[in-house]
């Protein structure tokens, strides 16, 4: 077969660009292999707060799980804690791997203290039946300083409601 000089010079181009795509190809993805590689060891950010302390609490919640966390500008938040906000706040960081777990904790921990704080069915107030209550233990305050006087826990805590609209704090009945 005969090929003219246009006809070869096109097939060559044609087999040079499939040759070079195949190149980009295979850099593409030692690429994208170099890159999970790398983010498997990342650290990445997943929550921001005001305050270092906000943040030291968050940690200790995923170190309880077995999550290694990190904290990011505490030293410059803590020297200038006016500018906290500015900055971003406190970066609470943990390892990519482990992203998923530790947001679900901490979401699951933000779930469990709203339910703590609101109540799930906040039960009706015995002396004036408004339902705008809390739940209160009753004695923790004194069972906690005796706690730490003579560490012995000496006070019972009772459970108990408070009244926004009265005030009254009444024991439940323990079940
Ligand atoms: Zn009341």
Known sequence: MIISG???????????????VDEMHAMLESAETYQRDQEVSMLVTIARYTYPYEAQIARAL???????????????????????DALGGVR?????E????ALRLLQEDRETA???????????????????TEYY????RWAFLVF????????R??????CHACGAITELPSS
């Open 148 to 155: 730490l006087a003579i560490d012995f826990p000496l006070y």
């Open 157 to 162: 805590v009772r459970d108990g409601i408070r």
């Open 6 to 20: 246009a006809d070869w010079f096109k097939q060559g181009a044609v087999r040079d660009s499939r040759r070079s």
């Open 92 to 96: 609470l960081q943990v390892l990519a």
């Open 114 to 132: 709203l339910v703590e704080q609101e109540g799930d069915d906040r039960p009706a107030c015995p002396v004036c039946g408004s339902r705008d």
């Open 137 to 140: 233990q009753i004695g923790r």
């Open 98 to 101: 482990d992203r998923e777990r």
């Open 62 to 84: 995923l170190d309880s799980e077995g999550i290694e966390a990190f904290i990011a500008d505490e030293q410059t938040i803590n020297m200038q804690w006016l500018y906290s």
